[in-house]
């Protein structure tokens, strides 16, 4: 009988952090391995335009949790 969503997740907390790691690793890449590859190329070629653009002082880089409070207040969430 295979295992419902609920009772894989129960059993892979239990594992130890190392075990967990792996897992997540092996999850994500199932994943990517059926990401188209053009939406890959053009994932990178933002990645390194961004990475160039704070090496430049183009831009400056914020803080994720500041970028998020800021998006919420916003929003009024």
């Given at each position: 009988?295979?295992?419902?969503?609920?009772?894989?997740?129960?059993?892979?907390?239990?594992?130890?952090?190392?075990?967990?790691?792996?897992?997540?690793?092996?999850?994500?890449?199932?994943?990517?391995?059926?990401?188209?590859?053009?939406?890959?190329?053009?994932?990178?070629?933002?990645?390194?335009?961004?990475?160039?653009e704070i090496r430049s002082g183009t831009?400056?880089?914020?803080?994720?949790?500041?970028?998020?409070?800021?998006v919420r207040a916003s929003l009024s969430?």
């Open positions: 009988m295979a295992m419902t969503l609920d009772e894989l997740y129960t059993e892979a907390v239990s594992l130890p952090n190392e075990s967990k790691a792996i897992l997540a690793d092996r999850l994500v890449e199932s994943i990517e391995s059926n990401v188209d590859a053009r939406i890959t190329q053009a994932h990178l070629a933002t990645v390194k335009r961004r990475r160039d831009v400056e880089p914020v803080d994720g949790e500041e970028a998020l409070a800021s969430l």
